[in-house]
């Protein structure tokens, strides 16, 4: 039996009852009159809590007490004004009275102000604070700006100014994307608008969905934005000005949408293209406003309840009732904090808490002379826990349009972690690296490794990989499953033996609907978080086959570049007939195999098209990939050929300097066009000999990246070996260089180095001599020899002195080695001698020293 906190019939109880309760919730709380400050214990952040709005002031409310445990001693409203508070990343908290325009900046382990509040009153009703992962912004839609909020004392940068007016606004990473009214794109990062574009179609909205910012437009078709270009990830099914999208409070995996004239309610995977709409049986006409997503449920406020409505994501199912939020009916607030789903009449004592498994509860915000009690509170708030398990938290895997490039093209390196490196220690790491971390479970079989602890990474540490780029995190723990299905086959796999399981790819018998699935892992066997055995067998099935399109009349360039970049086919254009009345020369004259018919990926289409005449304009100076575009759309045929690197003369890599043609001479339609660009394959030349200090400086300002390697070599200072030899690479490319740090120098057992030298494999060498006289020395006056054995073995002598003399190399370690072996006779007088031999040289008695040079 699933036991859930004790809840109070609907709508107020005795008042003996609730003033039982006031005096139970009291007791533990510090009461405070106007001030600053907090009313209780400092509030902790990571225990799955919220700040919510509780009547005039904010409170905190703890996830799994189901108490306030700390609320602002100061008024922040009146009457029935209305708070939203937002956490910043800085670790502050933002509240904004909507019907005043001030703005209140609070440090969030303190509750207390840290800065002067904001007095905005000609923008009540129209700011928003709005945190991204570094940085938080006051997004002022009277002002029509966009502001980053600082620490005190620090100077802010100048407001993004949006004079077209901003029309909506959501976070996601590191940037906030918005609309103008104008229906233009706006992106901002690091307070500073980045790029603006528009999708050639009105917009409906903005939302947040698998970690991506996505644009809807007017007819429900969504795109997602933050690549090089938008691209579409399919249609919602809803579309019109009564549809509102997700909160970006709560988004997660779909495109959620709700279209509040009909109660129809849309989601959309991104990841496959797929989606379904489920109707909500309203039973009157509701007030529904933006959903929510936690887990594998999406929730619909509607205010009229107030109520909120559970969508089942997998099951594509609609509950039959909705849950009731406390309070009178009117809006409410609906967020996602600490791993649950708050819905929170300001007004009102309670408020209805939803954990991540689809199980309500509710919490008690404490009592308030403004606040309602529909509830009642007539039994312990929080009286019961839950005995759900909980999951260690993962990071959903990328969009299967793979790593982002960084904007500069940087590279960073994917550090090492110590062993006992919790995994969430080392994401961390990784993603203030500006790569982005997903953590497996790869068992717990591991000696000497506590659960939760790093194991290894994908790719392996020292590797130098794009900003932007995924780095798989192993840690201890039970093996499960990961979630692969949505991810392009191979990465999924890849992920699959990341996590030591065995992958095998099983090709869908279905036929894919949208080109978007085509290599997309559609099912998974054994689902995702299964607990299995390590090198367990996980198949991944996805569909290579669609149906082809239909691209008569279309410009075969851009035809071909469809086929190919979207559809995975590979494109064959050759010259067809003349140009007929009607079309123009270049445009696709037919196709084989013909539109409809169901094609694997991978399958030549032939694409005829029309003759004609071209004159194409100049592309000097565009990036290689517009260039071919611009080229293919005048029917032409783009010949790319990779020049001059751009390293050596400090321009773009892709940017286009030769055109031959060139620009402005008529040619047939389907000439070829040769388009000479800057590279980024540059020469590495041979360092062999030269000192590693200067090469590795020459290795970087080159654009690639020098490891340089310390090995044994009695050629100190110099590189020895390089790896990649001298050739053309990959800019960023790793060159290994291999030089010797160490010094070595003479002694009698020959070229070694001094002490404390730290050479791998180090064996210090002593420096034994016994002067005592008579025959104290092993049956002679003065005896002397050297020994691997320290100070104070037994077996050295009582008269014998020693100090540390050189160290010696473990043999085998390097090339060039030879031997060192101290012998001695069995009787007395005792004669020591140092002998060079690889074998062991005949003797009564011996010692293997180690190695010199």
């Known amino acids: 039996m699933r036991l859930t906190w004790l809840r109070a019939p609907k709508r107020p109880a005795g008042r003996a009852g609730a003033a039982l309760l006031t005096v139970a919730t009291l007791a533990g709380i510090l009461t405070a009159a106007a001030g600053i400050g907090y009313t209780a214990s400092r509030p902790l952040l990571g225990d799955g809590s919220a700040f919510l709005g509780k009547g005039h002031t904010v409170a905190h409310v703890n996830g799994e007490t189901g108490k306030s445990d700390a609320e602002v001693a100061m008024q922040l409203a009146t009457g029935k004004e209305t708070l939203q508070p937002v956490r910043m990343p800085d670790g502050r908290l933002a509240i904004v009275n909507k019907d005043t325009g001030t703005v209140s900046y609070l440090d969030a382990a303190t509750l207390a102000p840290d800065a002067p509040a904001e007095q905005r009153p000609t923008s009540k009703g129209r700011i928003e604070p709005v945190p991204t992962e570094s940085d938080g912004y006051l997004v002022d839609q009277e002002r029509d700006t966009v502001e980053k909020i600082t620490k005190p004392g620090q100077s802010p940068p100048p407001p993004v100014s949006v004079p077209d007016g901003i029309k909506a606004v959501v976070p996601c990473a590191d940037s906030v994307w918005l609309t103008t009214e104008k229906d233009e794109v706006v992106e901002v990062v690091s307070g500073r608008e980045v790029r603006r574009f528009r999708l050639g179609a009105p917009l409906l909205g903005l939302t947040v969905s698998d970690s991506h910012p996505i644009a809807v437009t007017a007819d429900g078709t969504a795109y997602m934005i933050d690549g090089e270009t938008p691209r579409a990830v399919g249609k919602l099914g809803i579309a019109g000005t009564a549809v509102v999208l997700g909160a970006w409070r709560g988004a997660g995996r779909h495109v959620l949408a709700v279209d509040r004239a009909s109660g129809t309610v849309a989601a959309l995977d991104p990841r496959t293209g797929r989606g379904f709409t489920v109707q909500l049986k309203l039973k009157s006409r509701g007030d529904l406003a933006a959903p929510v997503t936690l887990g594998s449920f999406a929730y619909v406020p509607d205010y009229a309840g107030p109520s909120l409505w559970k969508i089942d994501l997998g099951r594509a199912t609609a509950a039959s009732r909705p849950l009731d939020v406390p309070g009178q009916p009117g809006p409410f607030e609906l967020s996602v904090s600490g791993g649950r789903v708050w819905a929170n009449n300001q007004y009102d004592r309670s408020v209805l808490v939803v954990d991540a498994n689809g199980h309500e509860r509710y919490a008690d915000k404490g009592t308030g002379a403004e606040l309602t009690d529909t509830e009642g509170q007539t039994g312990p708030p929080g009286g019961g826990s839950p005995t759900d398990p909980k999951d260690p938290p993962t990071q959903r895997p990328p969009s299967p349009q793979g790593p982002p490039k960084g904007p500069d093209g940087r590279l960073v390196t994917v550090p090492s972690f110590a062993r006992g490196t919790p995994h969430e220690q080392a994401c961390a790491t990784i993603t203030e690296l500006g790569l982005r971390c997903r953590a497996v479970s790869a068992g717990d079989d591991e000696p000497g490794v506590d659960p939760g602890d790093v194991l290894g990474t994908s790719p392996a540490a020292g590797r130098r990989v794009p900003v932007g780029s995924r780095v798989v ?198 000439s070829r066009v040769t388009l000479t660009y800057y590279g980024d394959k540059c020469t590495v030349p041979g360092y062999g000999g030269q000192g590693w200090e200067a090469a590795c400086n020459d290795i970087n300002a080159r654009g690639f990246s020098c490891n340089a390697v310390p090995v044994l070599n009695p050629t100190p200072g110099v590189v020895l070996a390089q790896d990649p030899p001298a050739g053309t690479y990959q800019l960023g490319t790793p060159v290994t260089i291999h030089y010797s740090p160490w010094t070595p120098v003479p002694t009698v057992l020959g070229a070694a180095y001094p002490p404390g030298t730290q050479i791998p494999g180090a064996r210090v060498i002593y420096h034994y001599t016994c002067d005592a006289g008579g025959d104290l020395c092993r049956g002679l006056p003065r005896n002397e020899f050297y020994s691997g054995l320290a100070p104070g073995s037994p077996t050295i002598g009582a008269h014998f002195r020693g100090a540390a003399y050189a160290v010696l190399m473990t043999c085998g370690t390097a090339a060039g080695q030879a031997r060192v072996w101290r012998t001695w006779n069995g009787g007395s007088p005792r004669y020591y001698q140092h002998v060079r031999s690889e074998s062991p040289p005949p003797a009564d008695d011996r010692e293997e020293l180690g190695c010199v040079w």
Do not use: H, W
């Open 473 to 670: 995190v192993r840690y201890a723990g039970p093996l499960r499953t990961p979630e692969v299905t949505g991810l392009p086959y191979r990465e999924a796999c890849r992920q699959v033996t990341a996590a030591r399981l065995r992958c095998e790819q099983v090709v869908s018998a279905e036929v894919a609907i949208a080109p978007e699935q085509l290599g997309v892992v559609s099912a998974q066997a054994p689902q995702a978080q299964t607990e299995i055995s390590r090198n367990s067998l996980v198949t991944v099935t996805y569909p290579d086959s669609i149906a082809l399109p239909n691209v008569a009349d279309q410009a075969f360039g851009a035809a071909c570049t469809r086929l190919e970049e979207l559809y995975k086919m590979r494109c064959q254009a050759v010259l067809g007939g003349p140009v007929t009345a009607g079309k123009q020369a270049g445009q696709v004259q037919s196709q084989e195999p013909a539109a409809g018919t169901v094609a694997k990926m991978g399958t030549t289409v032939t694409l005829r098209y029309y003759k004609g005449e071209s004159t194409p304009g100049t592309v000097v100076g565009a990036n290689i990939s517009a260039a071919c575009g611009a080229i293919q759309a005048e029917g032409l045929e783009c010949v790319p050929v990779e020049g001059t690197c751009a390293q050596t003369v400090g321009r773009p890599v892709g940017e286009v300097y030769g055109q031959d043609p060139p620009a402005g001479q008529t040619v047939a339609v389907g």
